[in-house]
């Protein structure tokens, strides 16, 4: 059995190998004439001579467009063909607090003023707000919102320099405490993330004390911002504003829990506090009875309340979906939806014992009495890249991971810098996808054209060869596929692949089948065309005379002589695939969502509010599909021209 | 001639006869049963209904029983109903829509007059652009204007119509704020005069008209150039050169008469070719044309629509290759088909 198998794979193997053979020959033939070796007498007699194909290459080498357009399409297909193994994609992610964000890659330039003294980080989505040691405030990253057109970076004139305590900064506003005790804020605030709410809203106001009043800034404990919300600790004092849909028990805590508070931390969607003397508490909405845990120390926990009955928490820690806990005895718990890893917890050096930890939006970041930094959770873009770091403090940006030495200085800071194309309107980073779709939109093109090529060769071939009631049949079934109109038919194909249980990769696969099946009746035309001029010469008259196989004279004599017409053909062809696969995609016909091309990216700039304020969504991937099937445009047309010797004779 | 052309429909009836039956294969391939969906509507509304007599009788009502190839022939028009009439396709029954509720027949009639409106006036602005800009060219053959415009046409052909409608829309409805950004009409102009409604329609349709205009140039430029110039290269090109004639009187008489047969598949090919191009114009400017039905129909799973429209595509993509076939005898005679 096994070596049944064996001789049939050699078999096929065999069967490549000629394959490819035949196909280097044509091409040799092609480029660099005939395969007889010349010997040097000969050498010298023709060395004036070149073959038409050697002068053809030249001649397509001497023209500047076509030589840069091959340039630009070579470093194309090696942009999408390599590119995807260095930069990975996660198909299925998506972060709405991530979306429409234009270009731009300031997200980790820390201040330099602000990285020589450092008192706190933070941030919860697109920007990051810092306060150095000299009471300076500082705002990094995009601070724009792309719809409204508010620029979140125009800090208002009650900051001034010297003046300012803490400042947090939320998805879509920042919240400032200044040292004489104001609390200033800006940004969005039509779900009550400051100022007066509206009667009737789901939003609950800022305390009077903090709108009209002032504080005593010395005693700010905490001041913290999450999805619209806001939660400050003062003097022991919890208070809490913002949307009440953002953070579910928000009324709850702010109205029973704020009492004796030492620190709070907000995820997406409850907030959690943690008291003076140890204990955690979440409201009634978010108990730990009967919750599941992963500890460090003791790995699984079935029900999280048992366990931290009689233990002390000295912090706690918030990503978008998960808490973090640390006991005293250094035991660090999490718990809640971890979707990205945020239960994988890091393995610590025994003699090291966890002292603080923190949150960004998908991952977790502690600090070692030793000193040393460990990272976890969703690592898209490097954030979570810490194992041992000497720090002396840390911070979590929402994709960043900070790092402090014992001077206050900032010491590393590694994460998320920002999208070059911009991310669209899931959040996911436009050029990742424009790789990653590059290399599905060439695929399909690229196999949509070989079996076109095929089928055109095969009919084309047999039917110009071979005459008579076989040219008949096989040019009026060329008719009848010619007839069916393109666009809708492929349609209709499609939406009857979408009503069937195959999967994703397999309707992909039937989706370049079909655009191969409807496209090949031109090339078969023009082949049957340059077969049937082909045969009346003398050398089919020869191998015939020799007594060569019919078969063996249409694809192996006469094939090779119509290849420049298949060569050229096969180019357009490639470019109108393209096109037609990205405009099915566009239409939603094609490949579907969240399998990238560069046509189903443009899918959502079919209206003006995608066309007007987005404009990275549609520009970029538009100008790659625009640059490759110009430049495969440009090549087949001068191929066509350098061909072709009656048009060699322009100028 | 006749008997060439009638030679040429039967032809074309075979070959319509084979792609409706492929058709109609592929559209019996989606999970759609209107006998099954009526009679459950009517046993849920109507407890006391058996579900399996009002299934057989909505089947036989609506011709779902029997074989496939039965039920093509029904919905041809050549096989009867259980009842004994022929009620298809030959009678001008192409079934009923359910999303709009009505016969297909009935509901395409509007979508249709604004589709041909659409493509016969960008038909007729890209031949007023492309013709003389393809002969100039042809004649000024090698200046550096023609390699620009070769440039421009290259760039123009090769991208693709969505992709030129984004960026016509983002410039000329949104930045410079000319044109509307999609509809056909204002909310509420069916108030106005007949004057207002008119200039209200080619106001919203200017820009759609550009961008179908401006898409097509490229090829189209490519084409009668490449004719032209292949004209311009004929013997009798260069005798009547040597016998004094002028260079108009050459180019435009005797060249372009010869350069005008390909040029002529080409119009006649591309206009029927446009209605299915169209679609996607239509769509992105929410044109109410055949091809938005299209496309609506087979995202609201309006299945009836769906194949009465692709047969439509196909009628008019065998009729245009008749007309080309004729056309051809036309315009040049020693073409002239005498088989």
């Not at chain 1, 919300?229 to 829990?257: F, I, P, Q, R, S």
């Not at chain 2, 315009?331 to 088909?337: A, G, L, S, T």
Request: aromatic content about 12%; some cysteine.
């Amino acid at each position: 059995m096994a070596k049944n198998q064996n001789t049939n794979q050699s078999a096929s193997g065999n069967w490549f190998v000629r394959l490819m053979k035949t196909l280097g020959r044509w091409a040799k033939r092609m480029f660099f004439g005939g395969s007889k070796e010349l010997t040097m007498d000969e050498k010298l007699a023709v060395e004036k001579l070149e073959s038409p194909s050697k002068l053809a290459v030249k001649a397509f080498f001497r023209r500047k467009l076509a030589t840069g357009a091959l340039v630009v399409l070579v470093c194309m297909f090696l942009f999408v063909f390599i590119g995807p193994y260095f930069i990975p994609m996660d198909l299925n992610y998506t972060d709405p607090l991530q979306a429409n964000i234009a270009p731009n890659y300031s997200m980790l330039k820390v201040p330099d003023e602000l990285a020589a003294n450092v008192r706190s980080i933070h941030g919860f989505s697109n920007f990051t707000v810092g306060v150095s040691g000299d009471n300076n405030f500082y705002l990094w990253g995009y601070t724009e919102n792309a719809l409204t057109k508010v620029d979140y970076g125009k800090i208002p004139d009650e900051v001034q320099p010297g003046k300012v305590e803490a400042a947090a900064a939320g998805s879509d506003h920042i919240i400032v405490i200044t040292t004489d005790g104001k609390v200033v804020a800006w940004g969005n605030n039509s779900c009550g993330q400051y100022g007066v709410v509206k009667e009737g809203d789901p939003h609950r106001q800022i305390p009077d004390l903090l709108l009209n009043g002032t504080i005593d800034a010395s005693k700010v404990d905490q001041l913290i911002c999450g999805y619209q919300t806001t939660a400050l600790v003062l003097d022991g004092e919890l208070y809490m504003w913002g949307n009440t849909k953002a953070c579910l028990n928000l009324n709850e805590m702010a109205d029973n829990y704020n009492k004796n508070v030492q620190k709070v931390a907000l995820s997406n969607y409850y907030a959690i506090v943690l008291f003076e003397d140890g204990t955690v508490s979440g409201g009634s909405a978010l108990s730990f009875a009967m919750m599941s845990a992963v500890s460090s120390k003791n790995g699984n926990i079935s029900n999280l309340k048992p366990y931290l009955e009689g233990k002390t928490v000295v912090d706690i820690a918030a990503t978008n979906n998960c808490y973090a806990l640390l006991l005293s005895d250094g035991d660090l718990v999490v718990f809640g939806a971890a979707e990205y890893g945020e239960t994988e917890l890091p393995a610590i050096p025994s003699g090291e014992k966890i002292v603080q930890v923190e949150g960004g939006t998908r991952h977790f970041i502690c600090r070692t009495d030793a000193n040393k930094a460990y990272a976890w959770g969703h690592n898209d873009a490097g954030q979570s890249n810490l194992n041992g770091e000497e720090a002396a403090n840390i911070f979590a940006g929402p994709k960043q991971s900070y790092l402090i030495g014992e001077d206050n200085q900032l010491t590393k800071k590694i994460g998320m810098k920002g999208y070059i194309f911009g991310t669209d309107n899931r959040g996911r980073d436009t050029f990742t996808r424009i790789v990653h779709g590059g290399k599905m939109t060439m695929t399909v093109g690229a196999v949509a054209v070989i079996v076109s090529s095929l089928i055109a060769i095969i009919v084309g071939c047999l039917s110009g060869y071979f005459g008579g009631w076989v040219d008949m049949l096989l040019m009026r079934v060329t008719e009848i596929f010619s007839a069916i109109p393109f666009l809708p038919f492929a349609m209709l194909l499609s939406y009857v692949l979408q009503t069937k249980p195959i999967s994703e990769n397999m309707r992909i696969f039937m989706i370049m089948i079909i655009l191969g099946l409807l496209s090949w009746t031109g090339l078969a035309r023009m082949i049957r065309g340059q077969v049937l001029a082909e045969r009346e010469k003398e050398f089919v008259i020869a191998a015939q005379s020799m007594g060569v196989k019919e078969n063996r004279i249409a694809f192996k004599h006469i094939l090779p002589n119509v290849i420049s017409v298949i060569l050229v053909s096969m180019t357009l062809d490639f470019a109108t695939c393209l096109l037609t696969e990205s405009s099915l995609s566009y239409l939603g016909f094609g490949v579907t969502q969240p399998q990238p091309t560069w046509g189903n990216m443009l899918d959502g700039a079919n209206n003006s509010i995608v066309i007007q304020n987005y404009w990275w969504q549609w520009l970029f991937p538009a100008i790659f599909l625009a640059i490759a099937t110009i430049s495969i445009n440009i090549i087949g047309d001068t191929l066509r021209d350098v061909l072709d010797p009656k048009s060699s004779q322009e100028k | 001639m006749g008997k060439y052309i009638v030679k040429r429909i039967m032809y074309i009836l075979v070959v319509f006869l084979i792609l409706s039956f492929l058709i109609f294969m592929i559209y019996n391939m989606l999970p759609v049963d209107k006998a099954a969906e009526t009679a459950r509507a009517e046993v849920q509304a109507n407890k006391r209904l058996n579900y399996e007599e009002r299934y057989e009788f909505w089947q036989k009502r609506y011709g779902t029983n029997g074989s496939k190839f039965e039920r093509y022939l029904r919905w041809l028009g050549v096989y009867p109903y259980d009842d004994g009439t022929f009620n298809g396709l030959l009678q001008g029954n192409l079934g009923d829509s359910t999303q709009y509720g009505k016969p297909v027949i009935e509901m395409l009639g509007e979508p249709m007059k604004n589709t041909i409106i659409i493509n016969i006036f960008s038909t007729i602005l890209a031949l007023g652009i492309t013709i003389p800009l393809g002969i100039f060219c042809a004649v000024k053959r090698g200046s550096k204007r023609d390699v620009a415009v070769q440039v421009g046409t290259i760039v123009g052909y090769s991208l693709p119509t969505f992709i030129i409608a984004i960026v016509f829309i983002w410039l000329f409805a949104i930045v410079l704020g000319w044109f509307p950004v999609s509809g056909m009409s204002t909310a509420g102009s069916l108030t106005w005069s007949a004057w207002d409604r008119l200039w209200d329609r080619a106001y919203h349709l200017a820009l759609p008209l550009i961008v179908m205009t401006f898409c097509s140039l490229g090829g189209m430029t490519r084409y009668v150039r490449a004719s032209m110039i292949e004209a311009l290269s004929m013997d009798c090109i260069r005798t009547a050169r040597a016998k004094g004639l002028r260079e108009k009187v050459v180019v435009y008489s005797h060249a372009w008469r010869n350069a005008l047969i390909p040029i002529v598949t080409l119009v006649i090919g591309w206009f029927l070719g446009i209605f299915g191009g169209s679609l996607m114009i239509e769509n992105i400017f929410a044109l109410n044309g055949i091809g938005r039905v299209y496309y609506t129909a087979l995202q609201m799973h309006d299945n009836e629509v769906v194949l009465a429209l692709q047969m439509f595509y196909i009628i008019i993509a065998l009729m245009g290759n008749l007309i080309i076939d004729l056309a051809y005898g036309f315009v040049d005679p020693r073409v002239r088909v005498n088989k």
